[in-house]
Each structure stands twice: as structure tokens, then as C-alpha cells.
């Protein structure tokens, strides 16, 4: 292996190690760009996810994902710390595992795909079609999921007393609208720019 080659593999496993500490550390304290007058606040978590998946390639960005899926798991459902998650967990914990772990996967997965696919031919809209399809097969899988387990989300409505709310109107309005609507926004923009920088500081480093 020659210099150039020594240096990017360990240039990669270096990004692959700081994006995991990035995406835990984003998941674990609940960073998020909260908007007020909107009523929402949106996960920065998926930006590392989709810089791994095109820097790093689809299997990376199916780890980033699968540890993202595990912290909300862990620390939703298993230890109790987000309501919706830990009442899921009650009453399905096996349905909820799969929900965690396979909607970040599998969008961390596909983003590096496409992005692997397209990169060669048409590398601007390989960027931009990863930062994209991350998010939407993250809230995709989540609503599928969601509809398995219907009555288990109307019991939530409920025991949080959303009188008159029915599990249609949670799961895509309240769960997925407006929040998934500014975080595919947030994905789009960023992720392609930051990527960009990295690209630039990684070709002065591997010279």
C-alpha cells in the first residue's frame, strides 16, 4: 500500500470514528434546532449519518444509523427517558427494536448507495438524492411501523390525554409533519455543504 492509500485508509476509519462520537453525542443529549414558532424542534443526528453514508459508503452509513437506532432504543424504551418510546417498548418491545434499529439503518444504507451509484456520473445529484432519501426512508419506516401498532399508539393518545386525536393525525401530523417537513429541509442544505468542506480539508491531507 503506498503512502496516498495509507493515508486515506486512516483518514477514513478517523471520519468513520468521529462521525459514531458525533452521532451518539447528538442522540444522547437530545441536540436538536428547536423552533418556536412552529411548534417543533428537529434532530441534527441525520447529518452525520448521510456524511458518513456518502464519504464513507453505504456500509458506514448503515452503522451511523444502526447506533443512532440502538441510543434510541436504549435509552428511550429500555431506560425509560422518552415517554412515546418507553410506552411502545411496554407493549411491543420486539416491534419497537425493529422500528429503532431498521428505519436509521436502512436509511444510512440506501443514502450510501445512491450516492455510490451516482456519484461517478452525476455527483451533484448524488449528494443531494443521499441528503434527501436519508430522511425520507427515516420517517417512512417510522410511520409503517407506527401503523403495525396502532392500537398500541392510541392507547398512548390516550394516556397523554389528546382527547378527540385520532392515530392518523398523531403518526403524520403531530409525529411526522412539520417536524419531518424542516428536518428534510435542515438534511438537504447542510449535509451536501459540509460535505464539501470535508472534501476540500481531506485532499490537502492526503497529498
Known sequence: MNTSKRKQSVLHMVELAVLTAIVMVLQMTGAVIRIPF???SVSLVLIPIALGAM???PAAGAWLGFVFGAITYIMGGVMGMDLFTLFLFQDHPLITAAICFVKSTL???LGGLVYRLLKEKKPLLAVFLCAMLIPVVNTGVFVLGCLVILGTIEGYIAAVGLTGTSALYFI???CAGINFLVEFAVNTVFSPALK???DIVTRRLVR
Open 196 to 198: 464539501r468542506v470535508i
Open 107 to 109: 436509511a444510512g444504507y
Open 172 to 174: 403524520f401530523i403531530l
Open 55 to 57: 464519504l464513507l459508503g
Open 38 to 40: 412552529l411548534g417543533t
